[in-house]
């Protein structure tokens, strides 16, 4: 617990990835430093995520990355929008926060050699290998904290309980060679840690991104680093010019707390807020369409930031992810939102607008694709939210947004009144076309040139399935297009896409040691910001895989270097 009154030399605001890399790298550089949260559990969106982070020049690349190519890259996507110090900053810096991630943390990393950039045509983009997933972490170190541990969404694990890496979900997804192998071994481990199970269903194994919030957390439990959850920031104090602490509420209470050194915001983004969200994004929008966690990431820092004169960037923008709803199976009336990140590319669906027509390849990265569907929507006013339109074959084959492919999960075990509200059906496409109000002879057209797509193994229309990213999602079994299939085969589904995200990416301005800056670009001394609290330093890009956790862990290892002089 604290008290009114205590003084630290570092406050970090927030439990994500970025916030509990700070600590954790405060405390070993020698200073005394308080974690707080606003939440009941530790670990943020951080840890609902996958965990992946985005590394250039990462050991495992060996030769094939080099800092002239990471930066031209960075470049490429931020387009000029990102002082070049500070993207220099980034590449220069996210390995050797990597290394002390892994050397003195205990949390390691491992290249995915195969996971492509996601623009890769620009300049600078490679195939595979800057995207690094943590290597998973026995709950069981956690001690008490285990329970405090915010838990990975049902969806991200096997049957809704069995923790996963992406290695072995995509082996499972893409039938790897092997896949019924890794699939036994992970449902034999889980059901033989006899003693774990007669405490709770819950895994004790975390990977994803509960491997990476859960390694960091661990971290300063070994440490002994003052943690406290349900403790928010209310507002910052400041001497003079200088930050000096933070007001935190807790227990109803408000209490001021010192930082000799530094306040690191590492609070997360506004996308839980819906009167920022109107006042920033493009509209229409819905606090509810986000995938992240309920109700965390209301922009605290960013006003507390805004209230001492911080400037703020890219408040328009957000780290965009198509998602669809998902009524709770469990509780009435509650339900939880998917994001669609690898859906959108496999073989036998499209998507169109209100009016049937397609308007983009959607199997570009879900970023992207959020853009895409903004700019549909602003250049036609035909709505902002669209359709996925699929047909059996690929009902049976792959995942949509949560529900299972048909060969694991049929029809008919399905609630019967998700039909037709989450998921619709019809014995053909221009009954499909009624049930989902887009009009029948635009649709029926925008599925047979698809078909027609699926015959030359050409999307002449947007090149869907024509670089290594969109094929990295796509079925390798499917010939000659593994992005494209045809959607004949009756029933006909559709499912409502809407604009969500995965967290918003602007916020209080910084430079490349990730101080906060003021309207005049001046530092104001003693507070730094980092993590989507902070205006991103991918600007409106999303680089690759990991783009959003790596810049946070990586400007908090930064931010601390910087408070203890350490380069
Ligand atoms: P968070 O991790 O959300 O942490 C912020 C914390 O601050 C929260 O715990 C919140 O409760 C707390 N807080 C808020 N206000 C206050 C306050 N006033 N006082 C105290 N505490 C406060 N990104 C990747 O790079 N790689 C991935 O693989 C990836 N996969 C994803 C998968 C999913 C399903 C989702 C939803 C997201 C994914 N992301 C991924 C995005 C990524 O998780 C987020 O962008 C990232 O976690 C943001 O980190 P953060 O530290 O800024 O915020």
Not at 193 to 208: A, I, Y
Request: positive net charge; aromatic residues 8%; proline residues 6%.
């Amino acid at each position: 617990s604290i008290a009114d009154g205590a003084v630290f030399d570092v406050i970090v605001v927030g439990s994500g990835a970025g916030g509990m890399l700070a600590a954790n790298r405060a405390h070993d550089l020698g200073l005394s430093v308080l974690l707080v949260e606003k939440s009941d559990r530790f670990g943020g969106t951080s840890a609902v995520s996958g965990g992946a982070i985005w590394v250039p020049c990462n050991d495992d690349l060996g030769g094939l990355d080099d800092r002239a190519k990471a930066l031209a890259y960075l470049r490429a996507c931020t387009m000029g929008r990102v002082p070049d110090e500070k993207l220099a900053a980034y590449v220069d810096n996210a390995m050797p926060m990597v290394r002390y991630s892994k050397g003195q943390v205990g949390l390691g990393f491992k290249a995915v050699m195969e996971y492509p950039d996601y623009y890769p045509d620009r300049e600078g983009a490679l195939p595979g290998g800057r995207t690094m997933d943590p290597d998973a972490v026995d709950g069981g170190d956690l001690g008490d904290d285990y329970w405090r541990l915010r838990e990975p969404y049902a969806l991200m694990r096997l049957f809704g309980r069995i923790s996963l890496t992406v290695k072995e979900a995509r082996a499972i997804t893409t039938k790897k060679p092997g896949w019924p192998l890794v699939l036994m071994k992970l449902i034999g481990a889980y059901a033989t840690d006899f003693r774990w199970r007669l405490k709770t269903k819950r895994d004790r194994r975390l990977s994803m991104g509960n491997a990476l919030a859960g390694g960091l957390l661990r971290g300063l439990v070994r440490r002994g680093v003052p943690r406290v959850i349900n403790a928010r920031l209310l507002r910052l104090t400041r001497d003079g010019e200088r930050v000096t602490g933070a007001v935190i509420s807790r227990d109803g209470k408000d209490m001021t707390i010192a930082a000799r050194r530094g306040v690191i915001l590492a609070a997360g983004g506004f996308e839980r807020n819906a009167e920022m969200r109107k006042d920033h994004l493009p509209q229409p929008t819905s606090d509810t369409w986000s995938v992240t966690p309920y109700p965390n990431n209301t922009g605290d820092a960013i006003r507390a930031g805004r209230e001492l004169g911080a400037a703020l960037d890219f408040m328009d923008l957000a780290w965009w992810a198509p998602s669809m709803r998902l009524p709770s199976r469990d509780t009435p009336n509650t339900e939880t939102r998917v994001g669609m990140f690898m859906e959108r590319g496999w073989p036998g669906s499209l998507i169109v607008n209100p009016a049937g027509r397609r308007f983009a390849n959607e199997a570009m990265s879900y970023n992207d694709f959020g853009y895409a569907m903004i700019a549909e929507h602003q250049k036609t006013g035909a709505g902002l939210s669209c359709w996925m339109v699929f047909d059996a074959t690929f009902r049976k084959n792959y995942v949509v947004g949560g529900i299972m492919p048909g060969m694991m999960q049929p029809d008919r075990s399905l609630p019967p009144e998700w039909f037709d509200s989450v998921i619709y059906r019809a014995g053909s496409i221009a009954e499909l076309a009624g049930k989902i109000g887009v009009p029948a002879p635009a649709l029926a057209e925008s599925v047979a040139r698809m078909n027609g797509f699926a015959r030359t193994g050409k999307d002449t229309d947007f090149g869907r399935g024509d670089n290594v990213y969109d094929r990295y999602f796509g079925d390798r079994f499917v010939k000659p297009n593994p992005c494209l299939g045809p959607i004949e085969k009756a029933p006909f589904y559709a499912v409502r896409v809407d604009l969500g995200d995965i967290g918003t990416k602007g916020g209080l301005k910084t430079d490349a040691r990730a101080r906060v800056l003021d309207e005049a670009g001046e530092p104001i001394a003693g507070l730094y910001a980092i993590g989507n609290c902070s205006a991103s330093v991918m600007a409106a890009a999303y680089p690759g895989a990991g783009a959003t956790l790596g810049p946070a862990m990586t400007f908090g290892f930064i931010a601390v270097n910087d408070i203890a002089g350490a380069r």
